[in-house]
Every structure is written in structure tokens, then in C-alpha cells.
């Protein structure tokens, strides 16, 4: 199909005005990364915007120098691929429920869900004592079964579905199939781009965490690899407690008294190029057409 | 359930057998979504008597069911603090002009994404469009206001070009502060937010776009009359969720990107129970603000989708 | 629509009420069971402890290992298992698993509190909920425990020189819940490690300050001597403009939260007694010893603050010190292009480390400057009655704090002591030829070259929680920093050599600043309380309303920001609090003269 003028510029513009955002977003990378790549000391004395000024993979080796770190990575990559196939899988079967209004207690359900949405979850003590009287707490389990219903995630995939064509579905039904059989062979292959997205946020969500780590754990073998940067971050600002034996060792230098920030910027590379590396694999979900189409006939 | 309700009429009453055949058919259903309830009676209404802290004098040695009674007090003692009331304000403020940019830009990207044919440039845009999201609102603000500050590289070229005589404020106007942070935000999180409509767009039923091509319509009126309408209940159910957080101006923003010329408009309810709260554990107070929060959000929250409800075919229930 | 909504609000409202009533019986009889629990485990507890013979020597109780389970919150804290911590372990069979709070100090608190999963050791910040600790029954008295195990800690703490530590915080019932921490304590006939009145400190040796700090050699370039009071600093400010007039030289700069300590600074100069509550505490001043104040009601300072006003006004001050977030700043101070500022010491130790070292600034040193306004003739810089943040209390979870308080009496000895405070001999020191403990060249070098190296260690711990004896029996320093290589010409600043020499030394002129008197502090306000909200609430007005005046177009406005903001702090009750201080001082003053 030809394309008319209009379209033409129509496409240029686009393109343009796409790239410059695009440049103006690629730049805090540059920022993070050109301070990562200084001296720590140096650092210190702002005015880096584009290139190292003293060059030096130290704020790495620091970060890399950690023991936990192996350990931590293993946590932190199971219980985001755990927890987001789970969540996913119960948030996704559970919008599904919500789309059948003709079921026995839909709306008790409906209910009992916006309850949940607005006035759930709560407080640090209440939560805490919860999961206490659960023996979640030092568990591995606490990183996943608080998550399993996110009742977020439940809201958009019902949306997704209610957009699907029903034709296939009361095919499905009429053939004898139960609702079980549909979600998992009809519903769910429709919906992958709502799974991807889904999965996506839910992945995040899990790589980021590090406060329930904090509060609902204290076993060494538990902790993820966000809460060990964040440790490392912390202990780079070695500013702790303000005491007087610190003031002194400060004299002696053996407390590192100024803020290196180029530590920080080391962790925020580490810590979020795993996860940035994972949308451009599901991008490929993110096809139009792919679906229907495939599913006609 | 209209259905359900015509056969009960005529068949007379209810009777029990009929209830348990229901049951019996809808068994993969109830399998389905019990276990689901259970974990919402668990994990979000057994933790939710801590609200009842918001009207009492919480103490955490005598736990929620002996801590002292108080009332209203803090809601009282709350809307009694002129700077309170300014807070609120500017929450409001601040929140609905990002719910109104952070509903539209990210549509807009996601609509300029899906126009580009070139599928190695429009994965590298979009990939790059959500970095931002990532790297911490620290560095972002801290980028941000160096870029623009008295003395940054936005001044220095402005001022060699000789456009203006002296540098300009940028971060010092409280009249242009609630842009100022909505753009910043727009600019984080734009990427981040086009990443559900695309997931939406990729949805829609392609034979509709063929439908429109026979009847001839080019790329404009493809993305007015199929694009824009199919993706509609996604657009509609975000925009009426965002709603709820009207009272949750992020803090992050306010407290770095604010400062004392701006405060007037920078502070924000997060940042003024911040201020107030800090290391004091003043657990009931900021409990009975959240509560607030919640409580108005979900009014807003109810109204819009009864609107939506009226006008449209979509909402949230 | 409205009765639609009616009616979900209510079916929410009830159904959210009984499931929460449900949850919340459950979680009733949780705490109670535990309380229950833990009540029995502490009588057992106490029978164990007072069932023991003879007193276990500490060779005897290294073959039974213990861990004792100790928070000590902020940020990453050492390691249990760091070589000198380990070496503890091996000698008396104690270790400690140390927890943080990854910087949710309050948090993980409350958490315990309402839990009551304590670890057995618990440091609080003194402040906050510090009383809620204290009044929830669950902190074992240690007293008795002092008394039988560990009597030199019970001696030394009690000492009149170091603050009469248990009389002073035992309760109305002669128990004592808590041990403070971060003090050197003296034997009979030690001198303090301070001395406050010997003119060969160095800067770092002060105690906390609040002062103007000026930038060292570019002060005697432009001004040539001391800076004694506001006009002085404006002329030298001035001059200083004058030979660096670029944007990239402040003359003044400051931050958007420093607002509290430029106040204390200008106070000390108008002649107060300038004292604060706790870390996170209110600030308040006194001119006669005898009425207290929140320091913001000063009469004097609306003068400083137009004086502030004007020197932004004119250029002298950073045009975007007001409002600029305390990292910028300290960026600024870091590569010394701010001639001077008022306010607290540790922007300043930070900024002069990094001046040290970096080529190009290296011989830079930002050094204070005692400032007495016309008419004032005796300068107060600090109450040094300063008996530590953090208290250390027992809780009843721990298994065993007879053997605890054996380990701190060991901790106590000279073993202890050395390796605590200097570490494993021949990694962390040597003894040097006049056989003394000391610091080599090559150690030196190593800990320069690694700031985390103490931390690597586990070097000093125990300063953290309990107090240290600042020597050991034979005289010797109890820590490294006494190391006579750090008085050697080598171990010093070399700065501050070149500083002593010029018309700057300021070395003698804080004599006589420094005092004690330990009714005017450690006073703490419950939190929660109307004095605590109010003060709260002045303290969130104090550095806005800083930052205000300085910007403010003209003097007018200086004096209406000021009476406008004292004007709220007076609505919000802060007289509560004053008369809370005032009366908590008085009390004390008169029960010591009973």
C-alpha cells in the first residue's frame, strides 16, 4: 500500500520526536554509569556528566567483593521466577473467576474483593504478627505467598479477557469442557501479551524487594541480593551511628567519611541491568495480530 | 444473574436442590477461586485490624486491643494545621495533574511505538523508554536539579546565547513547581506506563484493522476508530484505579525535588507526615492519615466508575 | 447512585468490622501467650543464674560456646565472625550475631516491641522509644548482675569523674535497665584522654562543635588574622569575593537543612549555653544558667539572621545555599570552593578528608573560628556531659546474662581492652621499641588505603555498646587512636602543623568553651506526648523558615518571617515543652542539693 505525503511525515516526525525522548532517557545511564567508573574520592566532587574524569573499576570490585553475593543472586533469581510464575498463574486464574457473573458467589466475591483492595493489607506490626503466627517468618516461603493474589494484576487481566472474543470459549463449553480445561487451553494462550506485561511487573516487583527481607527474615541464607547491595550501600556511608569512637577513627581514617557515591552508582548498574534485560525477551509477546489470527478456524 | 432471577420467578421458590446443582456445576469455578478468597481472608483482612490504630494512642507494649481510645483526635488534629490543609492541596494538585499526564503520554507513546514499522528501532526506543523507571528518583532528581540549577548547563547555554540576562529559577518558582514535578514524572515514568497499553494495542482483534482498510481508511482513522476504541476498557479501568491514589502524591518527588522557596506548593501529605513523623513513632497519626488517604480515594474511586458506568460501557465492576 | 453507595458502605463497614474483630482475637491471645511464655522463661532464667556455686573464670567458660543475639540497628554492622570478634569467641566462648536495621532503626523496633521477639541484647536510641522499652516489663535489671559479675564495670561506670553512670540512671527503685556507651572511662588518677585544655589538639579531638569554619590558607591570604565577630566576617568575606569573584568561589554557602545548626552556632556567640535532647532531639539555650529556652525564641538571633539576609543580598552567600539538598553542598565544601560556613563539625571532617586527598587542594583545611558577639565575654561551645546515643538494655529472652555480664568484665581486662581496642597484635599493631603498643608505617598505610578496615576487623565493636575504659592498667592507651605514632610528626595532619605556625591558631582559643553539667541533659520526652508533638512540629518549621529569611527580599520581611514562624511555634504549644525542660532541670538541681 502506497503512502500517501501525509503519512510520510507523519512517520518522520514520529521517529524524531521518538529518538530525541530516547536520548534525553538514555543519558541517566550515562550519568550512573560515568560516576560508577570514577574514584570514590573523586567522585565526591560532583561535576562528572559524561565521562569518568580518574578512571577505576574499584566501586565494582567493592560491590563484587561481597561473599554473599552468590548466595544472594540465587535467592533473589529464584523467588523472582517462583514468585511471578505463581503470581501470575493465581492472579491470572482468578480474573478469570471474575468473569463469569452467573457464578453462585460472584457477588459476595466481588465484594469481598474491593474490601481487600482498599483496606487491605495494613500495617508493619499487624503483617509482621501475621505472618508470625503463619511461620512465614525466616522462610523462603514469605518471599511468595504474600504475593500470590495481586488483586492489581487480577483487575487488568479481567479487563484483558473481557475483551477476548467469546465465540471460542462457548465453543469450548458446548463441547463438554470444563472451566479448568478452558483457562488453561484457550484463555491463557489468548492472553499473552497480558501475561508478559504482567509477568514483567511482577518480576520487577520481586527483583526490587529487599523491606521483607528486613523486616520478616534474619537468616543470613535468606537474604537477596537487592538487601545485600543496599547493606553495601550502607556501609559505604559508614556514617552509622554518630559516636564519639567514630569521630576519632575518623581522624585516623579508618572510617571512610566521605559518601562515595560512586558505590551507589555501581549498585544501581548491578542491580538493575538483570532486570532490564528481561522485557526485550518478552517483547516478542508483544506482536499484534500474532494471536487471533492463529486461532481463527 | 438476571437469568438466574427470571428462572427463579418462574419456577417459584429457590429450593435447595437447585443451589446445590449450581454448586455441582460451578465446582471447577469454586476450585477455581476459593483457595483465592482464603488467601484474601488471610493475608489482607487478618492484618486489618491495624487500622483500628488510627483512633487510639497506639502503643506497641500494649498492642492494638489495650492501647488508649482517642477517637477522631487525629483527624481532628490533623485538619486543625493550616500546613495540613496546605498539604492537601497540593496532593491533589500535584496528584491530578500526573494522573492526567501520566494517563495520556504513556497512550500517546505507546500509539507512536505501535506506528513504527522499523521493528529493531521501535524494540530499541522502548527498551530505552523505561530506563528511567529504573535508576532511583535520587539520581533522577539529583540529575535534574543540577541540570537546571542556577549554575547548570541549561543556564550556561541560555545565558551565552544571550536569551536571558540572569539564570533562570527553575527550581525556586512555587507557581511553576506542580509542572515542573509532573514533568519530571511524565519523563520517568512514561515508558514504564505505555509498556500495559501496548500489551492492550497487541490485543486487538486484527481483523478489524482489515475491516477498516477495506473500507478504506488510512493510518489515522485506523488508530481513531479501531485502536483507540478497542483499547478503551484498559485506558478507562487505569484511569479510574489512578484515581485512587489521588491522595498519594509520591513523597519521593516532593521531598527531593522540593525545597524551602517552593514549599508552599512542594509539600505534599506524604512530606508533612514525614516531617512531623519522623523517629517520634507516631504510629496512630500516620495511620489515621493513610486511612484518610484510602478512605477519600475510594469515594473518588466509586464515583468515577458509577460515571463510567453511565457513559461508557466499561468500568471497573 | 447514592443509595447504591449507601449500601455498599455499609455491608464493607460491617463486614470489615467483624473480620477485623476476628483477626484481632487472634492476634490478642498470640501476645498473650507469648507474655506467658516469656514470664516463665525468666523465672527459670534467674533461678539458673542464682543456682551457680562459684563464679566461672573465664577459661572455664570458654569450653561451653555461647551467642548472644545483639541489634544494633543503623547500617551494616560488623560481622559476628570478623577475625578480632572471633578471636573473643576463642577465648572466652562467646560471640555475638549481629543485627542491623538496614537503616529502619524504628521500624524493627517497634516490630520487637510489639512482638516481643527481642534478641537478647538491644541497643535503643535514646530517644523515641526508648520509655516504651523501659515501661514494657520485659528488660531484666542489671544491677545485681553488675554487682556479682562484673564488679570493675559497676566501679568505673560509677566513678564521680565519669558521671556517677548507675546512681545517675538508676530508677526510683534502685533498678537499673540500661547501660550507655561511646564514653572513655578514667580510673582513679587517669587523665581524661581529652584533654579540653591542651593546646596541641587537633581538630578532630573536639568535642562536637557548632561553629563558623573558614578555609585555610585563603583566610591569611585575604584577611591575615582571626575572625572574632560579624563584622569582621563580613570584611573578610568581602576580600575574599573580591580576589575570587567567579561563580565557581562561594564566599558563604550553606544547605536547605542547616538551619538548627547555624542557630546554634550564632547562639554560642551571642553567649548561650546551647544544648540539644537526644540525636533527634529539640535544641535549647540558655543565657543565665537558669531559664531554658527553644532556641529559636533567642531575642539575638533575628539580628543574625538579617545579617545572614545580608549577605545573601550582596553576593557573599552561595545564591543557591538556601535551597540546595545537603549532598550539593557538601560536593561544594568537598572541593573547596566555599570559603566558609557556620555549622556543624562533620560536613567539615568529611570535607577536609576529601581535600587531603585530591592534588590540587591538599593543603587546603577548613579551621574554626570562635566568634563572640560585642559585649559577650565568655564563649560556650559544648556541654561535654555527654553520656553516649544509645543505651544497651538485657531482655528477658536471653538465655544466660550472668555468662554476659562475665564476658563484659572480661572485656574489662587487659586482654580484653587490647583486643578490642588495638586488635590481634602484629596484624592490627605492633609494639614498637620502647615496647609500647603502637602503630607502624606499613598498619598506617594499610587502614589509609582501606577505609572499611576497622569494619573488616571488627575493630572497637564493643564502643558501641557498652563504655570503654580509656586505658589499660599500665597506662598504656585502650584503643589505637592513642597510638604515640599519631603524635609523632608522621601521624599527623600536616595542615594543621602549618596552621599552628601562622597568626590562624586557633588551637588556644577553646579553652574555657567547654564545660559539664549533667543536669542539662539526657532529657527525654515521651513520644507521642503534647510536648513531643509540639516540639515536632517547631522543629519541622525551624529550617524552612531559615532558608526564608536569608532569601527574603528585604529586612522587613527577615522580621516578619521570624515573628510569623515563632508565632506558630507558640500556637503548636511549644511553651509545653520549654516548661518540660525547665522543670525536669530544676528538679534535678534541687535533689542534688538535697
Redesign the interface.
Known amino acids: ?1 502506497k503512502k ?1 505525503l ?2 510520510k511525515i ?2 518522520w516526525v ?2 524524531v ?3 530525541v ?2 536520548a ?6 550515562i ?2 554509569l560515568a560516576i560508577s567508573l570514577n574514584e570514590a574520592a573523586d567522585s565526591n566532587r560532583g561535576g562528572i ?1 559524561f565521562l569518568p574524569r580518574k578512571f577505576t573499576l574499584d566501586s565494582y570490585r567493592i560491590v563484587f567483593e561481597n561473599n554473599d553475593l552468590v548466595n544472594a543472586a540465587l535467592v533473589s533469581v529464584g523467588r523472582t521466577v517462583i514468585g511471578t510464575v505463581l503470581t501470575v498463574l ?1 492472579s491470572a ?2 480474573a ?2 471474575f468473569t ?8 459476595p ?2 465484594v ?5 483492595m ?6 508493619l ?3 509482621y ?2 505472618y508470625r503466627s ?1 511461620g512465614l517468618l525466616n522462610s523462603f516461603a514469605v518471599y511468595i ?2 504475593y ?2 495481586n488483586l ?1 494484576f487480577v ?2 487481566f479481567r ?2 479477557y ?4 467469546k465465540a471460542l470459549e462457548e465453543a469450548a463449553l458446548i463441547d463438554g469442557a ?3 480445561r478452558i ?1 488453561f487451553t484457550i484463555i491463557l494462550p489468548l ?1 499473552t ?2 501475561i ?2 504482567i509477568a ?1 511487573f511482577a518480576a520487577v516487583d520481586q527483583w526490587n524487594s529487599w523491606r521483607d527481607t528486613l523486616f520478616f527474615t534474619s537468616k543470613e541464607s535468606l537474604k537477596t541480593l537487592q538487601f545485600v547491595m543496599m547493606e553495601v550501600m550502607q556501609k559505604a556511608q559508614a556514617r552509622t551511628m554518630i559516636t564519639r569512637a567514630a569521630m576519632k577513627m575518623q581522624r585516623i581514617r579508618q572510617v571512610q567519611t566521605a559518601d562515595p557515591v560512586s558505590v551507589r ?1 555501581a549498585i ?1 548498574i548491578v542491580t ?1 541491568v538483570p ?2 534485560c528481561v ?2 525477551f518478552l ?1 516478542k ?9 492463529s486461532m481463527k478456524g | ?1 438476571k ?2 432471577k427470571r428462572r427463579e420467578l418462574q419456577s417459584g421458590r429457590a429450593t435447595n436442590s437447585r ?1 446445590w446443582g ?2 455441582y456445576r ?1 465446582r ?2 469454586i ?3 476459593v483457595p ?2 482464603i ?15 488510627a483512633f487510639q ?1 497506639y ?3 500494649k ?3 489495650k492501647s488508649e481510645w482517642v477517637g477522631l483526635r487525629h483527624f481532628i488534629s490533623f485538619f486543625q ?1 493550616p500546613e495540613a490543609l496546605r498539604a492537601v492541596r497540593n496532593t491533589v494538585a500535584i496528584s491530578g495533574l500526573n494522573i492526567i499526564a501520566g494517563n495520556i503520554f504513556p497512550l500517546v ?1 505507546a500509539l ?6 522499523n521493528i529493531l ?1 521501535k ?10 523507571h ?3 528518583y535520587v ?2 532528581a ?2 535534574f ?2 541540570i537546571l ?3 547548570g ?1 541549561v543556564n550556561e547555554i541560555l545565558i551565552k546565547l544571550g536569551l536571558v540576562k540572569q539564570p533562570i529559577k527553575f ?2 518558582n512555587k507557581n511553576t513547581f506542580w509542572y515542573m514535578l509532573t514533568g519530571v514524572n511524565v ?1 520517568k515514568e512514561v ?1 514504564w506506563g505505555a ?2 497499553y ?10 478489524l ?1 482489515e475491516a477498516a ?1 477495506v473500507d478504506g481508511c ?3 482513522r485506523k488508530i481513531w476508530y479501531v485502536t483507540i476504541p ?1 483499547i478503551l ?2 485506558v478507562i ?1 487505569l484511569w479510574i ?1 489512578s484515581l ?1 491514589d489521588i491522595f498519594n502524591a509520591g513523597f519521593d518527588a516532593s521531598y ?1 525535588l522540593g ?3 517552593t ?1 508552599d506548593t512542594s509539600d505534599v501529605i506524604a512530606t508533612y507526615v514525614y ?11 500516620t ?1 489515621a492519615v493513610s486511612l484518610m488517604q ?1 478512605f477519600i ?2 469515594i473518588l474511586i ?1 464515583i468515577s466508575n ?1 460515571l463510567a458506568k453511565r457513559f461508557t460501557d ?1 468500568s ?2 | ?1 447514592v443509595k ?2 449507601r449500601k ?1 458502605l455499609v455491608i464493607i463497614l460491617t463486614a ?1 468490622l467483624l ?3 476476628l ?2 482475637c ?3 491471645t498470640e ?1 498473650e501467650s507469648v507474655q506467658e511464655e516469656q514470664s516463665s522463661n525468666e523465672q527459670q532464667g534467674e533461678g539458673s543464674a542464682s543456682g551457680t556455686e562459684g563464679i566461672p573464670s573465664i577459661a572455664e567458660d570458654a569450653k561451653n560456646p555461647i551467642t548472644f543475639s545483639i541489634f544494633v540497628g543503623g547500617a551494616n554492622p560488623m560481622k559476628g565472625d570478623a577475625p578480632i570478634l572471633a578471636e573473643m569467641a576463642k577465648r572466652t566462648g562467646v560471640s555475638f550475631d549481629i543485627r542491623g536495621s538496614g537503616g529502619q ?2 521500624e524493627i523496633l ?1 516490630i520487637m ?2 512482638s516481643k521477639d527481642y534478641t537478647d541484647i538491644v541497643m535503643l ?1 535514646r ?3 526508648f520509655y ?1 522499652y523501659l ?3 520485659d528488660l531484666i535489671d542489671l544491677k545485681p548482675l553488675l554487682q556479682k559479675y562484673a564488679p570493675t564495670v559497676y566501679k568505673l561506670y560509677n566513678l564521680p569523674q565519669n558521671g556517677s553512670l548507675i546512681d545517675r540512671f538508676s530508677n526510683e527503685e534502685g533498678k537499673l535497665y540500661y547501660l550507655t556507651q561511646d564514653l572513655e572511662l578514667l580510673r582513679e588518677g587517669e587523665e581524661p584522654v581529652e584533654n579540653l585544655e591542651a593546646s596541641d589538639y587537633e581538630q578532630v579531638w573536639l568535642p562536637w562543635h557548632r561553629v563558623l569554619y573558614v578555609l585555610y590558607p585563603e583566610v591569611e591570604e585575604v584577611y591575615g588574622k582571626k575572625i572574632t565577630n560579624l563584622d569582621e566576617l563580613y570584611d573578610a568575606l568581602v576580600a575574599y569575593k573580591e580576589k575570587y569573584p567567579d ?1 565557581d568561589h562561594y564566599a558563604m554557602s550553606m544547605s ?1 537543612t542547616m538551619g538548627g545548626h547555624m542557630i546554634w552556632a550564632a547562639l554560642s556567640m551571642y553567649g548561650y549555653k546551647v544544648l540539644s535532647h537526644g540525636i ?1 532531639g529539640g535544641v535549647y539555650a540558655t543565657k543565665d544558667g537558669q531559664n531554658y529556652m527553644y532556641v529559636f525564641k533567642a531575642p539575638e538571633l533575628l539580628e543574625f539572621f538579617k545579617f545572614l539576609n545580608k549577605l545573601y543580598r550582596e553576593g557573599l552567600m552561595d ?2 545555599g ?4 545537603h ?2 553542598f557538601q560536593q561544594k565544601m568537598n572541593s573547596g570552593k566555599v570559603f566558609s560556613m557556620i555549622g556543624n563539625w562533620d560536613v567539615i571532617y568529611t570535607a577536609n578528608d576529601s581535600l587531603l586527598r585530591d592534588e590540587s587542594t591538599k593543603d587546603k583545611i577548613y579551621i574554626p573560628q570562635k566568634l563572640m558577639a560585642p559585649g559577650v565575654t565568655q564563649h560556650w561551645q559544648y556541654n561535654y556531659a555527654y553520656t553516649g546515643n544509645n543505651a544497651m538494655v538485657v531482655t528477658n529472652k536471653c538465655p544466660d546474662p550472668a555468662r554476659l555480664f562475665r564476658f563484659f568484665e572480661w572485656l574489662y581486662s587487659d586482654e580484653g581492652l587490647v583486643l578490642n581496642g588495638w586488635g590481634i597484635e602484629g596484624e592490627d599493631y605492633i609494639i614498637n621499641s620502647e615496647g609500647k603498643r603502637d602503630i607502624s608505617p606499613e598498619i598506617d598505610q594499610q587502614m589509609q588505603a582501606d577505609p572499611e578496615y576497622g569494619w573488616k576487623r571488627g575493630l572497637q565493636f564493643f564502643q558501641g555498646v557498652i563504655n570503654i575504659p580509656a586505658y589499660t592498667t599500665d597506662g598504656q592507651g585502650a584503643n589505637n587512636w592513642m597510638a604515640p605514632y599519631y603524635k609523632s610528626e608522621e601521624g599527623k595532619d600536616p595542615r594543621d602543623l602549618k596552621v599552628r605556625q601562622s597568626p590562624l591558631n586557633w588551637h588556644n582559643d577553646w579553652v574555657g568553651t567547654f564545660y559539664k553539667d549533667y543536669d542539662e541533659v539526657d532529657i527525654y520526652v515521651d ?2 506526648s503534647p510536648e ?2 509540639a516540639l ?2 517547631a522543629q ?1 518549621l525551624i ?2 523558615a531559615v ?2 529569611m536569608v ?1 527574603a527580599e528585604s529586612e522587613v520581611e527577615v522580621e516578619q518571617i521570624y515573628q510569623e514562624t515563632l508565632q506558630q511555634m507558640e500556637t503548636n504549644g511549644i511553651a509545653l515543652w520549654e516548661k518540660y525542660i525547665n522543670d525536669t532541670i530544676a528538679s534535678r538541681r534541687s535533689n542534688n542539693n538535697q
Open positions: 500500500m500517501s501525509g503519512e507523519f512517520d514520529n521517529g520526536l521518538l529518538t525522548m530516547a534525553s532517557m538514555v543519558y541517566p545511564f550519568y550512573v556528566f493465581c486464574m482468578f478469570y473467576v463469569k457473573p452467573e457464578y453462585i458467589i460472584y457477588k466475591m466481588k469481598i474483593f474491593f474490601m481487600a482498599f483496606l487491605g493489607g495494613g500495617a506490626i499487624p503483617v504478627m501475621l503463619l505467598i504474600p500470590l493474589v492489581w483487575i487488568l479487563t484483558y473481557i475483551q477476548l472474543p470444563n472451566e479448568l483457562f492472553s501479551p497480558m508478559a506485561t514483567l552508582m544501581t538493575t532486570i532490564v522485557y526485550p517483547q509477546y508483544f506482536i499484534k495480530g500474532m494471536l487471533v489470527g | 444473574m437469568l438466574e443451589i449450581t454448586v460451578q471447577y469455578l476450585l477455581m477461586s483465592f478468597i488467601w484474601i481472608f488471610i493475608f489482607c483482612f487478618g492484618p486489618m485490624y491495624g487500622w483500628l490504630m494512642n502503643d506497641p507494649n498492642g492494638v486491643w494545621n507513546l507512536m511505538l505501535n506506528e513504527v514499522n528501532f524494540r530499541t526506543i522502548q527498551t530505552i523508554s523505561y530506563l528511567p529504573f535508576v532511583s539520581v533522577i539529583n540529575l536539579l543540577t540549577g542556577l549554575q548547563p527550581w525556586w519523563w515508558g509498556i500495559i501496548l500489551a492492550a494495542i497487541a490485543g486487538v482483534d486484527q481483523e484493522y482498510t488510512g493510518r489515522f478497542s476498557p484498559t479501568v484505579l485512587g527531593l525545597n524551602p522557596a514549599r516531617r512531623y513523623g519522623i523517629n517520634m513513632g507516631m504510629y496512630s497519626f495511620t484510602i480515594g475510594f466509586f458509577t466499561y471497573l465492576w | 447512585m447504591e453507595f455498599f470489615a473480620l477485623s474483630l483477626a484481632g487472634g492476634a490478642k501476645n532503626d524504628s517497634s516491641l510489639a536510641p530517644d523515641n522509644l516504651r515501661s514494657s516489663g561563580n536547605s533527634y545564591p543557591e538556601p535551597i540546595q539538598t549532598d550539593q513520644a507521642e513531643a508533638m515536632a512540629q519541622a529550617d524552612d532558608s526564608k532569601l
